[in-house]
């Protein structure tokens, strides 16, 4: 098993940055990988980035690509999501989540963390 707690989500003015971080604990050793979805209001969840543990490459939906980075801490077993030059439309609850070695799909959920985006 693997918990993870997410935390930096807030409100921030449109063009403003945060930084999202979620801290794993638990089998860390057999995560592959370990993303960021989110779910805005009445829209269904979607993916946003990933990244491999090990050899750290990262994927990003088309609609952050240039404007968010994920990165991971090994040491601290954290990954993080940068996300500068915030929209409106980028206000969602934002998830992280681990997949495991064994596993095709993400199994280990975060509780979410609120990011919303408003002048």
């Known amino acids: 098993q693997v918990q993870l707690v997410e935390s930096g989500g807030g409100l921030v003015q449109p063009g403003g940055s945060l930084r999202l971080s979620c801290a794993a604990s638990g089998r860390t050793s057999g995560i592959w990988s370990m993303g960021w979805f989110r779910q805005a209001p009445g829209k269904a969840q979607e993916f946003v980035a990933d990244?491999?543990?090990?050899?750290?490459?990262?994927y990003y939906a088309d609609s952050v690509k240039g404007r968010f980075t994920i990165s991971r801490d090994n040491a601290k077993n954290t990954v993080y999501l940068q996300m500068n030059g915030l929209e409106p439309e980028d206000t969602a609850v934002y998830y992280c989540a681990a997949r495991p070695v064994t596993a095709r799909t993400y199994d280990y959920w975060g509780q979410g963390t609120q990011v919303t985006v408003s002048s």
């Open positions: 990244i491999t543990w090990n050899g750290g490459v990262a």
